[in-house]
């Protein structure tokens, strides 16, 4: 009985994040009105018509695109039951994904990190989330490959987690107005609390699950 109720708990709790990411994701494309033709009196944009124009638009469209388009194909290859149903269509998204992460959103994210609107330890936050990304992508491929599916799927969730930085840096920004918190500081500490402190969670969750999944000695 207690295992069911912490089954349908888990799946609960599941659907409710993924409905979050799937709705923060749909309002960021939404106000893709204010970039097409750029604004720049919109809150990103503002300050940034002096460089727009060049490498860093040609960044700042591809992480457009490629960003929520990471977050929607992630979201369906974290799905269990998807992968169980369409195997093969889980193999092709997944080597979709992977390039995507590494070929446009991780540069493209790297490049517009320079040029964080708060200074160097924004940008330092938002440039090290896009190696770490990297990184974790490359390893959950190579384990794919390598038919160390365990491994995969660490790597993987490692991933969609950091991909999902993008969704928690945005609550808390409408956290902090819903309180008022209007701090210089605030975007900085997020650039490096959104991937950080999600990722942290993660590794304290995953450790006793790995552990119970070891054959006994």
């Known amino acids: 009985m207690r295992k069911a109720t912490l089954a349908a708990l888990n799946r ?12 923060v994701t749909l309002s960021v494309v939404i106000g893709y009105r204010d970039y097409l033709p750029p604004n720049f009196n919109s809150d990103f944009l503002l300050g940034r018509e002096s460089y727009f124009f060049g490498p860093y638009s040609w960044a700042f ?18 799905s269990d039951r ?7 269509w889980h193999r092709r998204l997944g080597k979709l ?13 790297l490049w517009m990190a320079w040029y964080a609107a708060t200074g160097a330890v924004a940008g330092a936050g938002l ?17 794919a490959v390598a038919r160390r599916f365990q491994e995969h799927r660490r790597w993987m969730w490692r991933t969609y987690i950091l991909l999902c930085s993008a969704v928690v840096i945005r609550l808390i920004g409408g956290t902090s107005i819903v309180l008022q918190v209007d701090a210089l500081w605030l975007y ?3 650039c490096w609390a959104s991937w950080l402190a999600p990722l942290l ?17």
């Open 201 to 217: 969670v993660f590794e304290l969750l995953a450790r006793p699950q790995e552990a119970l999944a070891q054959p006994a000695t």
């Open 127 to 143: 440039g090290s989330l896009a190696v770490a990304t990297a990184i974790c992508a490359t390893a959950g491929w190579r384990a």
């Open 82 to 88: 998807f992968r169980q149903w369409a195997p093969k």
């Open 97 to 109: 994904q992977v390039g995507n992460v590494l070929l446009l959103v991780v540069p493209s994210g």
């Open 188 to 190: 900085p500490i997020s």
């Open 61 to 78: 469209y591809a992480h457009l695109v490629s960003g929520p388009a990471s977050l929607v194909v992630g979201t369906s290859l974290m």
């Open 12 to 23: 609960v709790l599941v659907g409710a994040a993924v409905l979050l990411v799937l709705k």
